[in-house]
T-cell receptor, first 114, second 113 residues
Framework: ETGVTQSPTHLIKTRGQQVTLRCSSQ?????VSWYQQALGQGPQFIFQ???????GRGNFPPRFSGLQFPNYSSELNVNALELDDSALYLC?????????????FGPGTRLTVL | SQELEQSPQSLIVQEGKNLTINCTSS?????LYWYKQKYGEGLIFLMM???GGEEKSHEKITAKLDEKKQQSSLHITASQPSHAGIYLC????WGGGADGLTFGKGTHLIIQP
């Protein structure tokens, strides 16, 4: 069974640029959540996708957007990058949206905005 | 939404000693997750608690959820260097199973040989 994978591992961008981060969910999981973790903080929920639809959103501006594909993999897109967007971006998959299911996390993508 | 406070923020413990980490919520917890994170890496699931008074153990780690479902503790017995890392508690944002998790800021655990 393949776990959650994310790409790229590290990324450096400059302010104002756009970035796309990718996540492959664990086999059999149809729900993907994205989190932003700033240094020294806990992860902050960005949004969740279930069957290709956004299913919940945290307190992030519209320049943070996402997609989920039929194979349940997902992308996180961030436009007009700001210095404060520098963080570890984590993706988590879970088998369904109902009930209290464990979320399986990927290794993360470290984004640095200069 | 949920807000979780963890204590202590950091902890230095001599190898072999026991330790406890606490997670307190401002609202009733409908589920409480414990994760461990190595610095700069992804989160590793440890345990999930749902019922008031519930207690779960795995190897040398025990987690409890109090009867009022507003506080959880994580206890490590006879700590080892492999226990070092950041421990995070998380809970469903709105009390339901769907949607994302709210996390505490984490407890940094250092094990001294």
């Amino acid at each position: 069974e393949t776990g959650v994978t994310q790409s790229p591992t590290h990324l450096i961008k400059t302010r104002g640029q756009q970035v796309t981060l990718r996540c492959s969910s664990q086999s059999g999981h149809n729900t993907v959540s994205w989190y932003q973790q700033a240094l020294g903080q806990g992860p902050q929920f960005i949004f969740q996708y279930y069957r290709e639809e956004e299913n919940g959103r945290g307190n992030f501006p519209p320049r943070f957007s996402g997609l989920q594909f039929p194979n349940y993999s997902s992308e996180l897109n961030v436009n007009a990058l700001e210095l404060d967007d520098s963080a570890l971006y984590l993706c988590a998959s879970s088998p369904q949206t109902s009930g209290y299911n464990e979320q399986f996390f990927g290794p993360g993508t470290r984004l640095t905005v200069l | 939404s949920q807000e979780l406070e963890q204590s202590p923020q950091s902890l230095i413990v001599q190898e072999g000693k026991n330790l406890t980490i606490n997670c307190t919520s401002s609202k009733t917890l409908y589920g409480l997750y414990w994760y461990k994170q190595k610095y700069g890496e992804g989160l590793i699931f440890l345990m999930m608690l749902q019922k008031g008074g519930e207690e779960k153990s795995h190897e040398k780690i025990t987690a409890k959820l109090d009867e009022k479902k507003q506080q959880s503790s994580l206890h490590i017995t006879a700590s080892q260097p492999s226990h070092a890392g950041i421990y995070l508690c998380g809970a469903p944002r709105w009390g339901g199973g769907a949607d994302g998790l709210t996390f505490g800021k984490g407890t940094h655990l250092i094990i001294q040989p």
